[in-house]
């Protein structure tokens, strides 16, 4: 009976063993399945475009606007002036890729590829953009989607908590997807307000450049 039982211990043993091998070897080959994505996102990107969302928050201007006009004349100047940082932050500090701008309302519209009149230059004029067959890359200037994480399995490693929206400087694929470890998808800016200082945004393209220079 007791060679029995020590037996059933080892087996017991060996099983345990032989399923944190497994897990090992799962968890290895997932890393080197993101790392060949990442790796492959940033060749993509080098030769590509990156197409800069310019926020608008209409809501809450258009709330602003109901309670204190001049509150929100003076929001919607700041929010101009921030766009003009943006713009000038990536023309001197973004090599990586060819750049180009739209406003958030027309998000869904480039998420279709539907281009007309909706990518914009440096001088936020439409027209000079043209579709060259390469990739596209999204970049925002806001928050992570704790809820997007939380019920996408292959994101919930990239939150320090699913309950945690982290704000900063996130590049997306073309249908707004957000870009995953070990890619640098995310620049952090520590940013709790709507309105991003020029200090902040000048270090968040900076950073986002020498990040994608370096890989990983």
Not at 92 to 97: G, M, R
Not at 134 to 149: E, H, K, S, V
Not at 179 to 189: S, V
């Amino acid at each position: 009976m007791q060679v029995g039982s020590n037996n059933l211990k080892i087996m017991k043993t060996l099983a345990t063993y032989l399923l944190i091998l497994l897990q090992a070897c799962s968890y290895a080959q997932g890393q080197t399945a993101m790392r060949d994505m990442a790796y492959k996102q940033l060749i993509a990107l080098s030769q590509g475009t990156l197409l800069v969302q310019l926020p608008e928050y209409k809501n809450t201007i258009d709330a602003m606007r109901k309670a204190d006009a001049k509150k929100a004349d003076q929001f919607a100047a700041e929010l101009n002036t921030m766009h003009q940082q943006i713009i000038s932050a990536f023309n001197s500090y973004y090599t990586y890729s060819k750049v180009y701008y739209f406003y958030a309302s027309n998000t869904q519209l480039v998420i279709d590829k539907n281009f007309t009149r909706t990518i914009l230059d440096a001088q936020l004029q439409p027209g000079k953009f043209v579709a060259d067959g390469n990739a596209l890359f999204i970049a925002t200037f806001g928050q992570t989607d704790p809820d997007y994480a939380a019920r996408t399995e292959n994101y919930k490693n990239n939150y320090k908590a699913n309950n945690i929206s982290l704000s900063g400087l996130i590049i997306h694929t073309d249908k707004m997807v957000p870009c995953q470890k070990p890619f640098p998808y995310i620049i952090r800016t520590h940013e709790t307000g709507q309105i991003i200082s020029d200090k902040k945004i000048i270090k968040a393209v900076k950073q986002l450049q020498k990040k994608l220079k370096k890989g990983f």
